[in-house]
């Protein structure tokens, strides 16, 4: 009888460990699968991206991983924040040219602090929007509506005006959602001459051209630079 429980428990043991390890090893072999899944998609669709890729990769995420996912960039920058600040820190930049739009990866230490995506028109790459009555906002086809400027969430505005670039951001902190914390929504700069008191019912309408996510709101003021 001692035999015979002993055995049951060391059985019953062996079958929760097993369980456990086929657990872990299906947990891996999807994420595996889910890796794969995008990186044939951005391989076999003349070097597109999914349009719901701003869930694909998440923040904090190892370069070596980002760079398995959606392969090497067109273009490498370093910024030394202290040349240009008087502190800071250094900051990676990696640019991706698709054909349904341009990325942006900042990185420091190895490590995704900041995505930034602009889609091309008619490209339909989803942005991330809480609290929006649109189920699936799409980067080009979504404006600034009734949901920005909300008392209740952090936000402040970012611009800049050069012989390139005219625009602004929108930022928001909404907590810690996912692996981040911060949103920037980006649209043209236009018909604003007052650009020390901006307001957000200022570009109630506007469309929204870009999308970012950081853990760093200071990294948005990089979108210039890329695009």
């Not at 273009?75 to 820190?89: H, K, M, P, Q, V």
């Not at 970012?158 to 902190?173: A, K, L, Q, T, V």
Request: charged share 25%; glycine share 8%.
């Amino acid at each position: 009888m001692k035999d015979f429980i002993i055995n049951l428990i060391c059985g019953s043991l062996g079958g929760i460990i097993g369980g456990v390890i086929v657990y872990y090893i299906q947990l891996e072999n999807e994420k595996k699968k889910k890796k794969n899944h995008i990186k044939e998609k951005i391989e076999d669709c003349i070097k597109t991206i999914p349009q719901d890729f701003i869930y694909s990769i998440k923040i904090g995420m190892s370069m070596k991983k980002v760079e398995e996912i959606i392969g090497v960039p067109v273009f490498t920058n370093t910024i030394d924040e202290n040349e240009l600040f008087g502190s800071g820190s250094i900051i990676n930049i990696n640019e991706y040219k698709f054909e349904n739009c341009s990325l942006k990866i900042v990185h420091q230490k190895d490590i995704l602090s900041a995505i930034i995506i602009s889609s091309y028109s008619g490209s339909k790459i989803e942005l991330i929007r809480p609290g929006s009555d649109v189920e699936m906002p799409i980067i080009g086809n979504f404006c600034v509506d009734f949901t920005f400027g909300d008392e209740n969430i952090d936000s402040q505005i970012i611009h800049d005006i050069s012989m390139r670039d005219s625009w602004f951001g929108i930022i928001e902190y909404h907590g810690r959602i996912g692996d981040y914390n911060y949103y920037c929504y980006y649209g043209k700069l236009q018909g604003i001459d007052d650009l020390e008191n901006l307001q957000i019912d200022q570009f109630q309408g506007e469309l929204i051209e870009a999308f970012g996510i950081s853990s760093d709101s200071d990294l948005f003021k990089y979108y210039s630079s890329t695009f």
